[in-house]
Nanobody, 124 residues
């Protein structure tokens, strides 16, 4: 099993920045892709960004491209999401996810492990 623990959420004004962290433990060696999703009240969970563990290849949703950056620290088994130029519409619970497969997918069912989520609130 793999455990994922997120941190770094909070309240920020529009235009501000936050950095989310997600630490993996357990059978972390089985993970090949890690990603971030978000879910706002009344909406479906949506893909934000993902990264392949070995090569560091990344993929972003159009809504965050150019503002958010995903990165990883191999020795720490940690993935980060640097969020800049935040907008009120970025407000959501952000979830870290991991999958054993080698290819990035934007579909939530494609991920095997999930964190508990961390709240991000952007005020206008």
């Amino acid at each position: 099993q793999v455990q994922l623990v997120e941190s770094g959420g909070g309240l920020v004004q529009a235009g501000g920045s936050l950095r989310l962290s997600c630490a993996a433990s357990g059978r972390a060696f089985s993970i090949h892709v890690m990603g971030w999703f978000r879910q706002a009240p009344g909406k479906e969970r949506e893909f934000v960004a993902a990264i392949t563990w070995r090569s560091g290849s990344t993929h972003y949703s159009d809504s965050v491209k150019g503002r958010f950056t995903i990165s990883r620290d191999g020795p720490k088994n940690t993935v980060y999401l640097q969020m800049n130029s935040l907008k009120p519409e970025d407000t959501a619970v952000y979830y870290c996810a991991a999958r054993d497969g080698y290819v990035i997918t934007i579909r939530p069912p494609g991920y095997d492990y999930w964190g508990q989520g961390t709240q991000v609130t952007v005020s206008s």
